[in-house]
């Protein structure tokens, strides 16, 4: 074990342990360059000198870091320090499927199809890149905390063109998932990862794996003696289309498993669709075939006593380790009886596979319907008059996707043949982008698959949807579309419409702030002035005034009235008095200015030899 502090790569500080398995130990660790937290998977202490653990550690970490996707654990780095190798990835806070199985058992059926569609997903990536995982387990898949899945583990994933000893004599994966074939010793393919993610569906809508048994050979014995049990006797409600791609997928024989994984996710993606509520139970084409007698054949040569397996896993060294006991003997010589049956089975089968009046399914997957029919019709295979009709991303509408049996499988001379035809793109539903801004609504609308030209915008005004913003859309969420094909128009809003704000004078103060709530308005403040005119308590005057333009969200100011100006008080007496002096003065000058003015007319008149005395002036004049 690594203590919590070691420092690996002069990177990566050890903080935590995550867990340990058959050959490495995982922990969390802290990214010291980029801040932030990774998986480091470490080959055990032990295995250090083990060149086979070594590659499989590598192989494990160059099948990674050479698939990029969503649902793969993403594999950050590589190295070896004192001889340690290490492995650095993604880490995914959650929890791996097993535990999120046990947990929320039973899980809704959509939930399940989505899960299942994303592991689906990067099952086929790996295909594409020429990788077999096989060791597909829930164990395997990791669920964030949002509901995602993340596929993890590649260790003993081997490249198709790579072939080793290892890899038809050892028996790996554990035994739940293990297909027929590679319990009997066989190849791996694709098809086993197709058998192993239909027993995983299988436990997705179960919450348990079809076989258990006292041991590991118990078990493996049941992959390829005992049909898988219908999982609508767990949920009635499980659609029979449903159940259907886990009877296609984990099929006893390689050739009645979906040919790809992309066929299983095209059929698993409509299987709650109403349109195949209604759908028989699928039947492998070779429990319709006429039984044949086989010749004995003697007992082969013991293959598989070294597995070296981990616990849970098909391991049939035990047995031959212990040649002294008697039951051990007994049960030894069942699994030679039965592997020897099987390999006559093999032969038998492929005896009918070369009879005369057999023929191959053609491949006419992406032919025309009436080009299929032609090319089924020339190898005198019947088509099903009933042509069923599914969506798919990349075959083009009205071309074939698939048959029932699968392109490939050998039926007889007019055998029928059921085509299932491309509707076009598979119908999504459609996203609520109300209430986002239009470039994020925009681009929203790009990730779901609308082309940008088809994307279409008119602005309105709205009072209650912020400028720039999404108002409406003129296909409503819910709405089952195919992106590519629609056009779409975005009604955005040019913000609110101006209006006049009111006459508000005369209005009291809970009539102003009924008005400017019912308006949108916010009252920025209140005053109060003195009014000859206006009442106490009522408005005098607001800012901006009555009549101006505003809109929702505008300030207001408003100043009330606090009635007339009160009287100046009476002054003083000191203050009378010298009033009164002043105006005794100014009435003295006055006097004084009038008398000065007679006297001027009298001696005027003197002068102008009028005598007669001014009437102002006074009779009796003292010297």
């Given at each position: ?619 009796d004049k003292k010297d």
């Amino acid at each position: 074990m690594i203590n919590i502090g070691t420092k690996i790569g002069e990177r990566y500080e050890i903080i935590g342990n995550i867990g340990s398995g058959g050959m490495a130990n995982v922990y969390l660790a802290r990214d010291l360059i980029l801040n932030r937290e990774v998986a480091i998977k470490v080959l055990r202490f032990d295995f250090q000198d083990d060149q086979n653990a070594i590659r499989r550690f590598q192989r494990e970490a160059l099948a990674a870091t050479e698939m990029v996707h969503p649902n793969i654990v993403s594999v950050y780095d590589v190295g070896e320090e004192n001889g340690m190798q290490y492995i650095v990835m993604e880490y995914v806070r959650g929890t791996d499927l097993k535990h999120y199985i046990r947990n929320y058992s039973p899980i809704p059926l959509d939930t399940v199809v989505y899960m299942m569609e994303q592991i689906l997903s990067a099952v086929s990536l790996a295909h594409e890149h020429g990788i077999i995982h096989r060791d597909l387990k829930p164990q395997n898949v990791l669920v964030d905390e949002q509901g995602n899945v993340k596929i993890t583990d590649f260790g003993i994933a081997i490249a198709l063109s790579e072939t080793s000893l290892t890899q038809t004599n050892t028996l790996l994966g554990s035994v739940h998932y293990l297909s027929p074939e590679q319990a009997r010793g066989g190849m791996s393919t694709r098809q086993s990862d197709i058998y192993a993610l239909g027993i995983i569906l299988y436990e997705l809508l179960t919450g348990t794996v079809p076989f258990e048994g006292e041991s590991a050979v118990s078990i493996a014995l049941k992959h390829f003696q005992k049909d898988v049990p219908s999982v609508r006797q767990y949920n009635p409600n499980i659609p029979q289309a449903l159940e259907n791609v886990v009877l296609h997928a984990t099929a006893k024989e390689v050739s009645d498993r979906y040919k790809t994984v992309n066929e299983m996710y095209s059929d698993l993606s409509t299987s709650l669709s109403p349109e195949r509520a209604n759908e028989p139970v699928y039947t492998p084409s070779s429990m319709t075939e006429e039984t044949i007698l086989l010749t004995p054949v003697k007992e082969p040569e013991p293959v598989v006593s070294k597995m070296p397996l981990e616990e849970s896993e098909l391991d049939l060294s035990d047995e031959e380790e212990k040649p002294k006991k008697s039951s051990s003997s007994k049960r030894k010589k069942i699994i030679f009886s039965v592997i020897a049956v099987l390999v006559a089975v093999g032969v038998g089968l492929f005896a009918l596979g070369t009879r005369q009046n057999e023929v191959a399914i053609p491949d006419v997957e992406n032919m025309t319907q009436a080009e299929a029919i032609n090319a089924l019709e020339a190898k005198k295979i019947k088509v099903n008059s009933k042509i069923e009709e599914v969506s798919d991303d990349k075959i083009a509408e009205g071309n074939v996707v698939r048959t029932q049996p699968p392109i490939g499988t050998r039926v007889k001379e007019k055998s029928e043949v059921t085509l299932y035809v491309s509707k076009g793109k598979k119908a999504v539903s459609m996203i609520d982008v109300e209430g986002l801004t239009a470039s994020k609504a925009k681009q929203a609308l790009i990730d779901l698959g609308f082309k940008e030209e088809n994307i279409l915008e008119k602005k309105e005004s709205s009072n209650d949807v912020d400028k720039d913003s999404v108002i409406s859309q003129s296909i409503k969420q819910g709405t089952d579309v195919v992106p590519e094909n629609e056009k779409i128009t975005l009604t955005i809003s040019k913000g609110a419409d101006s209006f006049s704000l009111a006459y508000l004078a005369g209005y009291t103060r809970e009539q102003v702030l009924r008005y400017i709530d019912s308006e949108g308005l916010i009252l920025q403040s209140e005053t109060q002035e003195y009014s000859a005119t206006v009442p106490q308590g009522q408005v005098i005057y607001t800012s901006p005034s009555g009549g101006t333009p505003v809109k929702k969200g505008d300030y207001i100011q408003v100043v009330y009235s606090m009635g007339p100006e009160p009287a100046k008080t009476q002054p003083s007496s000191s203050t009378t008095h010298s009033s009164e002096t002043t105006e005794s003065s100014e009435t003295t000058q006055s006097s004084a200015t009038d008398n000065q003015g007679n006297q001027n007319n009298n001696q005027q008149n003197q002068n102008n030899g009028n005598t007669k005395p001014s009437q102002n002036e006074p009779k009796d004049k003292k010297d």
